[in-house]
């Protein structure tokens, strides 16, 4: 906290309070000093946060729009009794949009998440202009990939854009002895664009080369694909090699990815991945795809960049793996050491305390705000 700032920030939070990423930037601001509230469409419990006010459960894109009148409504309540020096909205398409457009006149801050800035814009002249309207109405923006500061760039925003990861706690994900055999894991959620039955596919081929590896695959993650997903492990007879285990809390998916030598992900489209960096803080090297965000941090020394929804790279990789595990030992150690000096969540969130602080300065008479400030 500021030294000449006595009260405690107080941030208006717009976001998904079922999302594990609004209840850790949540928990860390108030860890921070802050008082938070939040609203959402998907009520949940968000520890740390004041209050969590549901508007319109659901997920029906109209209710966004529809909405607004009731969100004016709320807020402007909030404005008497909670006093939000700060609002923040995560995702620009949705709550972003509601951010933007709540009516108070303190400084607003947007953080996009991926898809609302690289997909869905691109599918509607609507949702680019809705996109373009919330940006330009931010004091301050954040994403997690160098991809997005360069998109979000293109929307000419008056506001400073700066590259702010989720990031990985580095105390909780930390590198261990991995079990005997060659186990892998994916962490990613069961649906369409994390490509999880080609991960399947591809493990296949994989036993299909070194049927004596005693190989294991840890599915987490869980989603909507799940049947069709057991169905095919049962088509291939891999029902003893492959294990289903949803979603789960930090301590099983620390224990499953500390157990594996390499971690898969191999999304079609993807902003700066949480739970690659996670993998990478326990000293795993990455299996993924040729994606922006993913070049970003993954070399050959530290894993394999492979083209989307291609089953034989994928195999490929996996058999490297397999057969040097002193280079996997050396990858997973050169990406312990990258996640501790460049993306562990605690400097991250360090960092965004600054950017919450800075953005209340007084401005000199005379003086504007930067544009596109991108991160270094």
């Known amino acids: 906290m500021s030294p000449t700032r006595q009260a405690p920030l ?12 609004t209840r850790r930037w949540v928990a860390s601001a108030v860890e921070r000093g802050a008082e938070a509230v939040v609203i959402t469409r ?17 997920s029906d894109k109209a209710s966004w729009f529809k909405a607004l009148p009731e969100v004016r409504r709320v807020v402007r309540e909030l404005g008497q009794t ?50 373009r309207w919330s940006l330009r109405r931010a004091d301050l923006i954040t994403a997690d990939s160098m991809d997005m500061v360069e998109e979000i760039a293109s929307y000419d925003p ?55 590896s005693h190989a294991l695959l840890h599915l987490l993650g869980g989603g909507p694909m799940e049947a069709g997903l057991q169905e095919r492990v049962a088509a291939l007879r891999l029902l003893q090699q492959v294990r289903f285990h949803g979603r789960v809390g930090d301590q099983a ?51 394999w960049i492979v083209p989307v929804r291609d089953v034989d790279a994928v195999a490929q990789a996996l058999l490297t793996a397999y057969d040097h595990p002193e280079r996997v030992a050396q990858m997973g150690a050169h990406n312990r050491d990258l996640i501790e000096r460049q993306a562990s969540r605690r400097g991250q969130m360090d960092a965004m305390w600054r950017l919450y602080e800075k953005l209340l300065m007084p401005v000199a008479k005379g003086a504007r705000r930067t544009v596109a400030d991108k991160a270094r």
């Open 253 to 303: 998916m620390v224990q499953a990815i500390q157990r594996s030598r390499v971690s898969v992900s191999v999304p079609s489209s993807d902003a700066t991945s949480v739970s690659v960096l996670e993998s990478m803080a326990c000293g795993l090297p990455i299996i993924a795809t040729d994606l922006p965000a993913n070049r970003q941090w993954i070399t050959e020394r530290g894993g």
């Open 82 to 131: 909670f006093k939000p020096d700060i609002v923040h909205g995560h995702y620009v398409t949705s709550y972003g949009l509601w951010a933007a457009a709540c009516g108070l006149k303190c400084p607003k801050v947007l953080t996009a998440w991926g898809s609302d800035i690289l997909v869905t814009p691109k599918q509607s002249r609507l949702m680019r202009w809705v996109v």
């Open 158 to 212: 008056t506001a400073p854009v700066h590259q702010i990861l989720w990031g990985a706690d580095t105390d909780k994900f930390t590198p261990a002895t991995p079990a005997s055999d060659f186990e892998v894991v994916s962490l990613r959620s069961w649906e369409r664009n994390y490509n999880i039955d080609l991960v399947i596919e591809a493990f296949a081929r994989f036993l299909t080369l070194r049927p004596h």
């Open 10 to 21: 107080r941030i208006l939070f717009f976001a998904d309070a079922s999302s594990v990423h």
């Open 42 to 58: 998907q009520p949940g419990e968000v520890p740390g946060a004041r209050q969590v006010i549901a508007i319109r459960p659901g």
